[in-house]
């Protein structure tokens, strides 16, 4: 099984400006990743897949990059709606999925 | 607009089987792949497991022994059962739908919490 390891555990930001989180994968993943952004009490959304495609309705300021076992979700310029959790997801040996533990990103 | 509602107990007593169904409305659900997910409190997520409209299944190793996915297509429903359930098998659990099997962007439930407790 694909060990997912996210950082940081939570990562404070001021509005408008940008967040950097990380994903690591225990093994190769190639570019079989996926973000997933989750608000309390709502289902996740998907945020990027491919490693670096924006899902349906994500806005440009979203980005993703990386291949192999080092990932990252960049938020440009951060909005009120963007503080949320975010997962990233391993799709690429399966089963099963598996998915980071988080990253709690808060209002600084 | 397609709608995703999980139903089912909310308390299930440890030893026995937990059982929870998704209701589709707004679209067919012969056609996609039909996903459960679990997210215990303030934890992060698992997959369980999915049934494509066929019937073919794929489930997390780590649970399969204790899994089973079916679909009803007549009731536009799909299912999920996991027995001997403990405190560890506490979550919110999500159905999905996507026409990949293992990216889950198309439509979600809204989870429904199922707490194991005697």
């Known amino acids: 099984e694909i060990v997912m390891t996210q950082s940081p555990a939570t990562l404070s930001v001021s509005p408008g400006e940008r967040a950097t989180l990380s994903c690591r994968a225990s093994?190769?993943?190639?570019?079989?990743l996926a973000w997933y952004q989750q608000k309390p009490g709502q289902a996740p959304r998907l945020v990027i897949y491919?490693?670096?495609t924006r899902a349906t309705g994500i806005p440009a300021r979203f980005s993703g990059s990386g291949s192999g076992t080092e990932f990252t979700l960049t938020i440009s310029s951060l909005q009120s709606e963007d503080f949320a959790v975010y997962y990233c997801?391993?799709?690429?040996?399966?089963?099963?999925?598996?998915f980071g533990q988080g990253t709690r990103l808060e209002i600084k | 607009q397609v709608q995703l509602q999980e139903s089912g107990p909310g308390l299930v007593k440890p030893s026995e089987t937990l059982s929870l169904t998704c209701t589709v409305s707004?679209?067919?659900?012969?056609?996609?792949?039909w996903s459960w997910i679990r997210q215990p409190p303030g934890k992060g997520l698992e997959w369980i497991g999915y049934?494509?409209?066929?019937?073919?299944?794929n489930y997390n190793p780590s649970l399969k022994s204790r899994v089973t996915i079916s679909i009803n297509t007549s009731k536009n429903q799909f299912s999920l059962k996991l027995s001997s359930v403990t405190a560890a098998d506490t979550a919110v659990y999500f159905c999905?739908?996507?026409?990949?099997?293992?990216?889950?962007?198309?439509?979600w439930g809204q989870g429904i919490l199922v707490t194991v407790s005697s």
């Open positions: 999905a739908r996507d026409p990949n099997p293992v990216v889950f962007g198309d439509y």
């Open positions: 707004g679209g067919s659900i012969s056609s996609y792949y």
């Open positions: 049934i494509y409209y066929s019937g073919s299944t």
């Open positions: 093994q190769s993943v190639s570019s079989n």
């Open positions: 491919g490693a670096s």
């Open positions: 997801q391993q799709y690429y040996n399966w089963p099963p999925v598996t």
